[in-house]
């Protein structure tokens, strides 16, 4: 006898977003920790040395914040109006500030003394970067110029003022103690070189208000952001256009960059910060926000992703570790525990069994793997012993039909294979009825599951057109007839485009023809309508009652 084979279940791919490293490997961010200020978060730096503190301004005071324990390691208080821009030293034992008053003040992180002011400047100072040297400090003011300050002797070295609106962005090289970038709200971004006191080396226009600036390590190329583009500037061919994505549908305020350089995170007032890939500027990963983001903070080693936000939130997150990820999911371990054990069950050959001889170990025992048991499912059950109904009932039940309609759709077609499906339908009462015609209604238009369910409608109205119905299955014949009604508007529709667009790309044909005698002639491509779709709104007319 053959054995039974299983009812096959179509399976249909998930639509979703497409899973790539990029993706698994920022994920793995826990749930943030958030802490709120009172005013919003203007900047964030990170100190680019262990314990990697980071160094927050917001309202008239610049916080510095543990990332561990997430409780405020520093505060400095020593503003009579709001701080700006607050950089921490690559040393990690200076901090820098710039305030309403138009100073720019250095504190001791240590023993939180105040040990410089440098005052010059006749406008809020809102970014100040220490220069790589560590011994000369960039500010960059609302009085439309940028400075470069000695911090020994607290004099002012070199001033440009080019800009004519406010620098509110600005960093500085890496390389180099001499170079360093401003963005203004004149729309332009400038290279400065302090060894060329006549003016800046490189100006391009961004296009609208400059709200952050970025130069790579390499200091071949720099970035600017600002409305709802960013720029890719290349450094070495005198700022010339690389690059120009707008992925944000708001103002981007903020730059950063993560992966040791290769990806480019920026953050903006639509509440996303977007993760770029340095090689083609495409969109990697998107980490969304309760607020718009002002601010951005990334440690070197990706561990701690910081963003301040324009409500005061700052919001902490911490790459997942696998302890955690263990014990945030220990059904998942356990099934990896499970697998990696060996389960096997030991059993006599049918050789021995059928002849009585001495028992050899060697030969007689035969080891069979969990494999070997086939699980038959319910439904499967009933229809080997060709119990449709009940067959029909198994897969009807609320979480099936709602959560996994495949497997419902997969019982109707073997029904149908079988021609089981009018007496799995026929002598039903209101209450499985009413469950067969919600299915239908609810799957009708699903062009994956339509030529099966319009065979089943089509037999569940040949059985009952000539009964009579219940009040309460009326009502669900006439829901059935209300989706077939708008799926045959929709197809109208689609009908009318389809002959606007024949008379288009005809056309267009034409005229390509007469224009370009030597275009190679050929047919416009037709579009394709939902055979499905019409073909359930062609058979599913009927009349209730």
Known sequence: ?????????????????????????????????????????????????EPYFIAVSSAAKVQIYNPITHQVHRHFTRFKEAAYGASIRSDGKLVIAGCDEGHVKLFDIGSKSLLRIFKGHKGPVHRCKFTTDNV??????????????????????????????YVRAGCVSNISSDLFLSGSFDHTVKLYDARSPTGSTISVDHGSPVESVLMYPSNSIFVSVGGTELRVWDMLAGGRL???????????????????????????????????????YQVVHTLDFPSPVLSLGIT????????????????????QTQAEARALNPKQSLKVQKKSQTAYRFRLNADFRSVNRTFNPATDVEVATKTDTNFVSRYDMFLRKFQYSKALDTVLTPYIRKKKPAITVGVMHELIRRNGLKSALAGRDDSSLSSILTFLARNINDPSHANIIIQVANTLLEIYESSSLTPQSEKLFLQLQEHVNREVEYVKHLMEIEGMLHILLASTTTQARRGSPNVVQGSPVKPMLPSAAAAANATMIYNVG
Not at 246 to 262: M, N, P, V
Not at 300 to 319: C, E, K, W, Y
Request: aromatic share 8%; with cysteine; charged share 25%.
């Open 1 to 49: 006898m053959a054995s039974f084979k299983k009812t096959q279940i179509r399976s249909l791919p998930k639509i979703g977003q497409k899973v790539t490293a990029d993706t698994l490997y920022w994920r793995k961010l826990n749930f943030p920790v958030t802490v709120k200020e009172f005013g919003p978060i203007d900047y964030i730096d990170v100190m680019p040395i």
């Open 136 to 165: 000369h400090v960039v500010s960059f003011s609302d009085d439309k110029s940028v400075a470069l300050w000695d911090l020994p002797s607290e004099t002012e070295i070199i001033k440009f003022s080019e800009h004519s609106d």
């Open 242 to 280: 690389l690059a120009r994505v707008s992925q944000h549908h708001k103002t981007i305020t903020c730059l950063h960059l993560a992966s040791d350089g290769k990806r480019l995170v920026t953050g903006g007032l639509d509440r996303h910060a977007k993760i770029y890939d340095v090689q083609s």
């Open 300 to 319: 070197p080693d990706d561990f701690t992703v910081v963003a301040g936000m324009a409500n005061g939130l700052i919001s902490m997150q911490h790459r």
